[in-house]
């Protein structure tokens, strides 16, 4: 049997040690192991994939167990998927609380590794049992597509990276910039409910936000210094040169591409541009890129200037919350600082560039 074992917890340490206990359980040869730290998260890819059972730690900030719980189970295919919650010794009443609201078993932290196994042993036995073989078929056809959905999406992903690495390799952004921006903007997606396929789209599109500089004169792109107003001007159109030339394509990956090259710079109070739209007007995937474009860019060292810290960069990003960004992907994010800085730490950049030889007085993202 090959079962998938979904965990969430917001605590990574407890989710490598539940990670670990899982390993060599009797009968199961191959257990493929899901990690989520947010429920919201969890509850994202429930929507477009099916585990064979989940193991939920009650307390965590933002949705808690029961609650995660509670949503799972309006799924369809969740009514039958064994759920353990794990609760700490003096819960009784959240424990039936859970218990009415869909666990099926419990475990007691400090989680015993002999009764974790023994627990997650008996339902995932009596799981796979209960599995027919149309249902088999089913899941196989079901893994046969993912694979073939994420294969063709690493060949898309690569060739719009290749593509937007060719715009901005002049200027200062790196690869790893892209990286950090398609993730960070997938997170804000997930977190605001958006489906799977959403959620996959923009973290493919969202590379594409600076696609327009390829029509920027060195000498504006590459100027060390401030730019004069008029050199601003011309600066601002990467972001109609980007969206007139993915517009009309017939992908409806290259036109949210488009509409993220043309919106990533309106602010929500409209004072942004191309076009100084406000509020909910400036497309959704303009106003979660912005927000993930900015933070990078102001956590990132850039030849004009140092990196700043997060603490400051956070706070100004919270600053801006209404003003330059919509308030909702601001929450989000906040929300979700830990998976940010997996992320920044996963992609970082190699440092490169003497302290000395920055400008003071440009910041963020262009
Ligand atoms: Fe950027
Ligand atoms: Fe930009």
């Avoid at 008029?230 to 990467?238: N, R, S, Y």
Wanted: net charge negative.
């Amino acid at each position: 049997m090959n079962p998938t074992v979904l965990l969430l917890d917001d605590s990574k340490e407890n989710l490598e040690i539940l990670q670990r206990m899982l390993k060599g359980l009797p009968g199961m040869e191959t257990i493929a192991t899901l990690c989520f730290s947010a429920g919201e998260q969890a509850l994202a890819w429930c929507r477009a994939n099916e585990p064979d059972i989940c193991v939920v730690d009650y307390n965590m900030p933002g949705m808690d167990g029961i609650e995660f719980l509670m949503e799972v189970r309006k799924l369809p295919r969740f009514k039958g998927i064994p759920m353990i919650m794990v609760t700490g010794s003096s819960e009784s009443d959240i424990r039936q609380r859970a218990l009415a609201n869909g666990a099926n078993d419990f475990l007691t932290r400090p989680v015993d590794p002999e009764e974790f196994r023994a627990r997650l042993g008996n339902l995932l036995t009596l799981r796979m049992s209960l599995i027919s073989p149309l249902d088999r078929v089913e899941r196989l056809a079901h893994d046969v597509e993912l694979l073939a959905r994420q294969a063709l999406e690493r060949e898309h992903e690569q060739i719009i990276y290749k593509l937007s690495q060719i715009s901005t390799s002049r200027d200062e952004e790196t690869g790893n910039h892209m990286h950090r921006v398609a993730h960070i903007s997938r997170l804000i997606a997930q977190e605001l409910g958006h489906d799977a396929q959403f959620c996959d789209m923009i973290y493919l599109a969202a590379p594409m936000h600076d696609i327009g500089k390829v029509g920027i004169p060195d000498k504006v792109l590459l100027k060390p210094g401030k730019l004069t107003p008029e050199e601003w001007e011309v600066m601002k159109t990467h972001t109609t040169i980007g969206y007139d030339v993915l517009k009309d394509s017939s992908s409806s990956l290259l036109r949210m591409g488009a509409d993220i090259a043309h919106s990533h710079h309106e602010k929500y109070n409209g004072q942004g541009y191309p076009l100084g739209l406000t509020g909910e007007k400036i497309p959704v995937v303009g106003r979660i890129v912005a927000v993930a474009d900015e933070l990078d860019a102001l956590l990132s060292v850039r030849p004009y200037k140092q990196a700043w810290n997060f603490k400051d960069a956070l706070e100004h990003l919270r600053h801006e919350r209404g003003r330059h960004f919509d308030p909702d992907c601001i929450d989000v994010m906040l929300r979700h600082i830990d998976t940010i800085l997996d992320i920044q730490k996963k992609f970082a950049d190699e440092p490169a560039v003497p302290v000395s030889d920055m400008h003071p007085l440009r910041r963020g993202a262009a």
